[in-house]
């Protein structure tokens, strides 16, 4: 685990600073709740897709207000929720009050860094995009890494897509 500013050079990229909205401000992250209508019971279908249960190790990327990452716990995984924003971690521990098999990190897809067992299942989602492509393919190589042999990386994110012929101008 980390909490330590990403930019080594002035070219590398800082995924702990803020892009658009500030999810390090504790009332954007009561925010997103809200507007999201996160939902732990909606979360537990991608859990059961995945075909998580107690005997896997799952690390979550981007967990936000935890919906997702407390739905895998509740299987009896072992979920390594890891966050860059303090403000969405303690947002997903206050919920997760008893809880002994999830734990929230600071930290991110670039920085994060797995100790013990290979992961089962490395989950993201709407957060792999805050990255810049380049960035994107580390994040990827890193994730392999974490991942066992024949482990499960499930990624939902934002994309655009738009036909280049288009693009007239630029
Ligand atoms: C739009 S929210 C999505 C939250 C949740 N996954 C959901 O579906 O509701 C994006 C989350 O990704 C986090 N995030 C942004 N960049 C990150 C990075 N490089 N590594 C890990 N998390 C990151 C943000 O702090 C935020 O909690």
Same mark, same amino acid.
């Given at each position: 685990? +980390?909490?330590? &500013? $990403?930019?080594?050079?002035?070219?590398?990229?800082?995924?702990?600073?803020?892009?658009?909205? #500030?999810?390090?401000? =504790?009332?954007?992250?009561?925010?997103? #709740?809200?507007? @999201? @209508? +996160?939902?732990?019971?909606?979360?537990? @279908?991608?859990?059961?897709?995945?075909?998580?249960?107690? #005997? #896997? $190790?799952? *690390?979550? /990327?981007?967990?936000?207000?935890?919906?997702?990452?407390?739905?895998?716990? %509740?299987?009896?995984?072992?979920?390594?929720?890891?966050?860059?924003?303090? %403000?969405?971690?303690?947002?997903?521990?206050?919920?997760?009050?008893?809880?002994? !098999?999830?734990? /929230?990190?600071?930290?991110?897809?670039? &920085?994060?860094?797995?100790?013990?067992? =290979?992961? !089962?299942?490395?989950? $993201?989602?709407?957060?792999?995009?805050?990255? =810049?492509? /380049?960035?994107?393919? *580390?994040?990827? @190589?890193?994730?392999?890494?974490?991942?066992?042999?024949?482990? $499960?990386?499930?990624?939902?994110?934002?994309? &655009?897509?738009?036909?280049? *012929?288009?693009?007239?101008? *630029?």
């Amino acid at each position: 685990m +980390t909490t330590a &500013s $990403t930019q080594k050079w002035n070219w590398t990229f800082d995924e702990f600073k803020q892009i658009g909205v #500030d999810f390090a401000d =504790p009332e954007q992250v009561k925010t997103y #709740d809200a507007r @999201q @209508q +996160t939902n732990i019971a909606r979360e537990k @279908q991608l859990v059961d897709r995945l075909g998580i249960t107690a #005997d #896997d $190790t799952v *690390i979550e /990327f981007g967990p936000g207000t935890g919906a997702f990452a407390l739905a895998a716990a %509740a299987t009896g995984a072992h979920v390594i929720a890891v966050d860059i924003s303090k %403000a969405m971690l303690d947002y997903g521990r206050s919920k997760a009050v008893g809880l002994t !098999n999830i734990e /929230f990190v600071h930290g991110g897809f670039l &920085s994060y860094k797995h100790e013990g067992q =290979p992961a !089962n299942f490395v989950v $993201t989602k709407f957060a792999f995009h805050h990255l =810049p492509d /380049f960035w994107k393919a *580390i994040a990827l @190589q890193r994730i392999n890494k974490m991942l066992q042999k024949g482990g $499960t990386f499930s990624c939902a994110m934002w994309c &655009s897509h738009f036909l280049p *012929i288009k693009l007239t101008s *630029i």
